[in-house]
């Protein structure tokens, strides 16, 4: 079993950038694939991005892609989310979460990760 905290959360205006840590505890980090998502009130979880056991693979959605980068250290257990140009939106938890095997497949899908953090709030105002 592994456990998520998620930190870097607040609010942050139309335009600029903020960046997500999700530090994990527990089993091998690196056997793990990592993802992020947003879930605004009252909506389903969105995906966000996610990235393979080792970082060499990472997948987008594409409302972010080009803006939002993924990435993992697996020396310090911990997955970032780089997020610029952040446009304005209802606020959204950003949770992060992990699945188990160390393969290249990147998995996108809610359903498809087994442990997930509680996730920081992001306001970004306009």
């Known amino acids: 079993q592994v456990q998520l905290v998620e930190s870097g959360g607040g609010v942050v205006q139309a335009g600029g950038s903020l960046r997500l840590s999700c530090a994990a505890s527990?089993?091998?980090?690196?056997?793990?694939?990592m993802g992020w998502f947003r879930q605004a009130p009252g909506k389903e979880r969105d995906f966000v991005a996610a990235?393979?056991?080792?970082?060499?693979?990472?997948r987008y959605a594409d409302s972010v892609k080009g803006r939002f980068t993924i990435s993992r250290d697996n020396a310090r257990n911990t997955v970032y989310l780089q997020m610029n140009s952040l446009q304005a939106a209802v606020p959204g938890v950003y949770s992060c979460?992990?699945?188990?095997?160390?393969?290249?497949?990147?998995?996108?899908?809610?359903?498809?990760?087994?442990?997930w953090g509680q996730g920081p709030q992001v306001t970004v105002s306009s």
């Open positions: 527990g089993r091998t980090f690196s056997a793990y694939s």
């Open positions: 990235i393979s056991w080792g970082g060499s693979r990472t």
């Open positions: 979460a992990a699945r188990y095997g160390a393969t290249n497949w990147v998995p996108s899908s809610p359903m498809e990760f087994e442990y």
